[in-house]
């Protein structure tokens, strides 16, 4: 049946905003539920809801559209549903087919009893990529994925996939074969509670899918017994900004997953498969809510992220990465970890957000590396972030590089408050020959990290590199110890709180010296107007062009410079920003 009322009259007025097709163009509504006034009656037909759905021609003039109103009075337990071929909105909310508007719930979708296989399968066919459209539903208890998407570009408003199995993806499902496939969430759509028996607890998308995750979603409580036990990406692209602002923060993110390796987020490529390109933070404002990977748990590897295989680039921006966990005795990489060659970028955009610390990794947990990890060859640059709270019950409460030419770069970051017997830990005696792993630390603050019995940890062909830096610890605590690798460290322009094990520094503009922060008792370690580590270092191309907020560098404060306008750390000393030893901001 074809319905123009009574959607032609507020078509036509789009008109005006937008460019239409045609000026006659409609859209055809059809109505599924029980009793008077449904074009497809449950308690009439036996699968009333996939008539309709059949009911959509496959060829429809441009500028029409079909919708399927689902109303919550209907019954939709025990059936599969499947879109093939096909461009269509399917909405639900309506408490009746009589119903004007959506009401506050969801119409549910339930795979009690239905044929093994995903609950809703959305299939456009191998010509062309269909446009689909789900909308105030609620896909459950399905065994083979709540939804399977394939040859289509499917948007989610307002959708909640709930306590569905399969072997992967037994939330959603996306592959991306030719001719490809899009997944966006938006609306307050989330995946909770789904259990996979391999990859992909919430979200399984592969070949060259892309996936685009709004603020206003979440992916929450779902499990993996392999990787990914909230998204699971092999060769797809994805934008993840999942993440509220203030209280909406608490339930929309990516939370208390788990899974083996890549509790939150596991994002892999093999051999010679196509890239995974994942961004999380992508296009927000300051001013806005950022990205929460939080509270996941990896029993292996990679509590919050694991970025794994040569293929792959994670960049992350203005993202909070905390309280995620790796529960093994010798596991690693409790925030995020990078292995076998993949690139990880850690990044702030903003000098600004809506609270402090633009980009934070804290809280988390893990034997090794408790913050970030670089394994295997991997690549891993830190920059503009707050490091902060982070406990490795072995060593690395900040870092671990080991193996293979891992290298991890550090530059204007706030590194304090984290617990273990080293912040960072290079080339672990444990293991695996080849033992060369290198970090580079630049215009970086490491203060008041607790239990460290070294700063610095390395080992074997392990390789450190301080250079603009604040090392700020007990006296008696080494700055960095290296074991059978001390001509493997090197040093210039730095202000340390000891000399002891200070080997190979340049003596005349790296110090040990009371570095001069704002109030570091309340978590402030920019710098007073007198510090130390003001002016302290030449200008070389060594510096970023701005410090950990974004203040230029240099700025060349009234005090005599020692040997050039530059300070020390990850804060620029700012007559501006009136940091003067009177203030704590």
Wanted: proline share 4%; with cysteine.
């Amino acid at each position: 049946m074809r319905h123009r009322a009574p959607f032609a009259l507020p078509l036509l007025a789009l008109c005006g905003l937008f460019a239409c097709a045609q000026a006659d163009a409609a859209v055809s509504l059809m109505r599924v539920g029980a009793g008077a006034g449904c074009d497809y009656r449950t308690d009439v037909l036996p699968d009333a809801l996939q008539s309709a759905v059949d009911a959509v021609p496959t060829s429809i003039p441009a500028g029409d559209a079909y919708v399927i109103r689902v109303a919550r009075n209907g019954n939709y337990v025990g059936k599969n549903v499947r879109v093939f071929d096909r461009s269509v909105t399917i909405e639900g909310g309506f408490d009746t087919c009589a119903s004007a508007s959506p009401g506050t719930a969801n119409t549910e979708i339930d795979g009690t009893g239905a044929v093994t296989g995903p609950q809703v399968y959305i299939d456009g066919g191998n010509e062309q990529r269909r446009e689909v459209t789900l909308r105030g539903l609620t896909v459950k208890n399905s065994n083979g994925s709540g939804l399977f998407v394939r040859s289509a570009n499917l948007r989610l408003d307002d959708v909640i996939i709930t306590g569905n199995t399969a072997t992967s993806g037994a939330g959603i499902r996306i592959t991306g074969e030719w001719p490809g496939a899009t997944l966006r969430m938006y609306g307050g759509s989330s995946l909770t509670n789904n259990t996979a028996t391999t990859g992909g607890g919430g979200i399984h998308c592969s070949n060259q899918a892309t996936l685009d995750l709004a603020s206003d979603t979440a992916v929450i409580g779902n499990t993996a017994a392999g990787s990914g036990g909230g998204i699971y990406i092999h060769g797809c692209d994805a934008t993840i900004n999942s993440g509220g602002a203030g209280f909406a923060g608490l339930f929309l993110n990516i939370s208390n997953n788990q899974a083996a390796t890549g509790g939150g987020i596991a994002v892999s490529s093999s051999g010679t498969s196509v890239a995974s390109n994942v961004v999380i933070g992508a296009g927000l404002s300051g001013s806005g809510p950022r990205p929460l990977i939080v509270n996941n748990t990896a029993s292996g590897a990679g509590g919050g992220i694991l970025a794994l295989g040569q293929h792959v680039q994670v960049s992350l921006y203005d993202a909070i990465v905390a309280g995620n966990s790796v529960t093994a005795p010798a596991g690693y990489g409790g925030g995020v970890v990078a292995t076998e060659g993949a690139n990880v970028g850690v990044a702030r955009t903003h000098a600004r957000c809506a609270v402090e610390h633009c980009s934070r990794i804290s809280g988390n947990s893990a034997a090794w590396g408790a913050a970030v990890a670089a394994i295997d060859g991997a690549d891993v640059t830190v920059s503009g972030t707050r490091i902060e709270g982070n406990t490795a019950a072995q060593g690395g409460s900040a870092y671990l590089a080991r193996r293979q030419n891992a290298r991890l770069r550090s530059a204007n970051n706030v590194i304090v408050g984290n617990t273990g017997a080293s912040v960072v830990e290079i080339s672990p005696a444990s293991a695996t020959a080849p033992r060369a792993a290198s970090v580079l630390f630049l215009g970086d603050t490491l203060a008041d990290n607790v239990d460290a019995v070294r700063v610095v940890a390395a080992h074997a062909e392990g390789q450190v590199a301080f250079g603009r830096s604040i090392v700020n610890a007990s006296a008696a605590v080494p700055v960095a110890t290296c074991s059978a690798c001390v001509t493997q460290v090197t040093m210039h322009c730095n202000v340390f709180h000891s000399e002891t094990n200070v080997a190979h520094r340049d003596g005349i503009t790296s110090i040990n010296a009371n570095p001069g922060f704002v109030n570091a008792a309340a978590g402030n370690y920019r710098l007073h107007s007198a510090a130390w580590a003001i002016d302290w270092c030449p200008e070389n191309t060594g510096f970023l062009p701005f410090d950990h907020e974004f203040s230029p560098r240099p700025v060349n404060s009234p005090l005599p410079d020692v040997s050039g306008p530059y300070d020390v750390g990850a804060y620029e000393w700012n007559a501006n920003l009136f940091q003067d030893g009177f203030e704590d901001r």
